[in-house]
């Protein structure tokens, strides 16, 4: 990682499964939300896989920009908050599963889901446009330049 | 060519967007949520293509074309604001019109996987999914591969 291409190629990584998470997931909560009738719900629901791909891909790479340089993320908020923010979206996503996704398969092919379900794809959608923002803030507001963490 | 780029960043509104506390730093997030519109759509409909989409089956997807249009303009708009604030830094850079083909080549594609009536091709479909994510990847890394830096 502390090579010349380590750190950039890293970065490479971790956008390109930053772009499959949000393309299979998030369009499948804006779908969930009404947004593009006309796609199955069930056909995007398939892609959902390779958005699992994606965030492990983020997951691997991000752990090596944490390993690389502690101090710039353990001592950022904005990289705690993006933290929360996806315990918050994995939560969602079981919560999903257990109690809405069933009603979501019996819905019409190009309906809207019931309302909880569509709660439950706002709130995700929610958490990965909140993840990307923290993520370009950590870069943005980097320790020491910025000590602006309240409980850090 | 280097005379045009000074009398841009010599611009009232490359100065603001360079020295404004939050201007340079909201036009990164979002450029980050445009992209993520653009090129998760893309995403989505190549990933489709490439997983079984039969003859006709494509035609629905047409519906998320509104969402990645927003997330172009949002894209553009934001990208303008980072290109005014450092010309000399991204224009100089050869990876800047790498992205830009990318982008515009998987563009093209994407309205191919879309045509009516025709079965889309795996291999145009494959093509298409690693000039979106080439795009992405070739965005990150002008952060690490510019020369010229004539403005701090």
């Not at chain 1, 079981?94 to 794809?121: E, K, N, T």
């Not at chain 1, 929610?126 to 993840?131: A, E, I, N």
């Not at chain 2, 039969?54 to 074309?65: D, H, Q, T």
């Not at chain 2, 708009?77 to 000399?88: C, D, K, M, T």
């Amino acid at each position: 990682m502390t090579t010349q291409w380590g750190w950039p190629i890293a970065e490479c990584f971790h956008f390109i499964g930053l772009c499959l998470l949000f393309g299979t997931v998030g369009f499948f909560d804006l779908r969930m939300l009404g947004v593009a009738r006309a796609v199955p719900l069930r056909s995007l629901h398939r892609l959902i896989p390779f958005g699992i791909a994606g965030f492990a891909i983020c997951a691997i790479t991000g752990t090596l920009f944490v390993m690389t340089t502690p101090d710039q993320y353990l001592h950022n908020p904005a990289f705690l908050t993006k933290l929360l923010l996806m315990l918050v979206a994995g939560l969602n996503m079981l919560l999903f599963y257990l109690v809405a996704a069933r009603s979501v398969w019996l819905a019409a092919a190009d309906g809207v889901p019931p309302l909880p379900a569509r709660l439950f794809g706002l709130v995700s959608l929610l958490c990965w446009l909140g993840v990307m923002t923290c993520g370009r803030i950590i870069t943005a507001f980097r320790p020491p330049a910025f000590y602006w963490c309240p409980w850090c | 060519m280097n005379g045009i780029l000074v009398a841009i960043e010599h611009w009232p509104p490359s100065i603001w967007a360079r020295e404004d506390e939050y201007a340079y730093f909201l036009a990164l997030i979002f450029h980050a949520w445009g992209m993520a519109l653009l090129v998760g759509g893309g995403v989505v409909i190549a990933l489709r293509a490439l997983c079984g989409g039969a003859a006709g089956s494509m035609v629905g997807f047409r519906g998320l074309l509104p969402v990645m249009w927003c997330g172009a303009a949002l894209a553009v708009l934001s990208g303008f604001v980072l290109l005014v604030a450092y010309p000399a830094k991204a224009l100089t850079n050869p990876i800047f019109a790498i992205k830009f083909g990318c982008l515009v080549c998987a563009t093209l594609l994407l309205r191919r996987l879309l045509r009516e009536g025709a079965a889309p091709a795996r291999g145009v479909a494959a093509l298409c999914l690693l000039l979106w994510l080439s795009g992405v990847a070739a965005g990150k890394l002008l952060l690490h591969t510019y020369t010229v830096l004539t403005v701090s």
